[in-house]
Structures are given as structure tokens and as C-alpha cells.
Nanobody, 125 residues
Framework: VTVVESGGGLVQAGGSLRLSCEVR????????VGWFRQAPGKERETVAA????????YYTDSVQGRFSISRDKASQTVDLQMNSLKPEDTAVYYC???????????????????WGQGTQVTVSS
């Protein structure tokens, strides 16, 4: 499986960006796709994730109500709509796939096997 992210960029605080993750190869029904981010000097954190089978989602507290994750089975893409962006959202955003997921695994980066190269998101104040 290959994962390719797109859609990063520079935006002012309060603005919006939409990230897209394309999964190339077989996406297992039991799998999940997550979006993660890592800012300089900080650990990688899970931003949002979605189960492939039933679209069960997870969001970290800091993005609740501002970000929305969705998936399209036909194109094997997972989008992350980011609204009301803040300077603290600045980071490299990564997409990754967990082939055999479950609701208790969605939030933990260690379960994800296939990672993309990342896309930079910069929010200016």
C-alpha cells in the first residue's frame, strides 16, 4: 500500500484547508485511515481517523468542531477538512493506513503501518 497526501499550504488564522489522502493498493474492509501531525520539537499526534467499514471516527480534542474527516471508498481517498485554523495547527501532516483496525486502535499512531511523506500546513497569525 502506498499513501499520498496533498493539499497543504499557507493560510491565515481563521482560514480553511482541505487535505486529501489517496490510498494506492488494497484497502482492507477492516482497516482505518488516520491523519497525524508533527510540529518541530513535538511528538507526532493523531489528529483524526476513520474506520473504513462503518466510518467510525476519532478526533483529538483540540480539533473537535473545527476539523472533519471523511472517506470515499470508490476513489480510496480520505479527506481532512480543516476550518477555523489556528497558528498552533502548524505542522507537517501525515496520512497513514492501519490494515486491521478497531475503535480502540484509531487514536494510536503505533498501529498504523503505511505512511505517506507528509504535507506542510502553515497557519500565520
Amino acid at each position: 500500500v502506498t499513501v499520498v497526501e496533498s493539499g497543504g499550504g499557507l493560510v491565515q488564522a481563521g482560514g480553511s484547508l482541505r487535505l486529501s489522502c489517496e490510498v494506492r493498493g488494497r484497502m482492507f474492509r477492516s482497516g482505518a485511515v488516520g491523519w497525524f501531525r508533527q510540529a518541530p520539537g513535538k511528538e507526532r499526534e493523531t489528529v483524526a481517523a476513520i474506520m473504513w467499514s462503518d466510518s467510525t471516527t476519532y478526533y483529538t480534542d483540540s480539533v473537535q468542531g473545527r476539523f472533519s474527516i471523511s472517506r470515499d471508498k470508490a476513489s480510496q481517498t480520505v479527506d481532512l477538512q480543516m476550518n477555523s485554523l489556528k497558528p498552533e495547527d502548524t505542522a507537517v501532516y501525515y496520512c497513514a493506513v492501519d490494515d486491521w483496525s478497531g475503535p480502540d486502535r484509531l487514536s494510536a499512531p503505533r498501529w498504523y503501518d503505511d505512511w505517506g511523506q507528509g504535507t506542510q500546513v502553515t497557519v500565520s497569525s
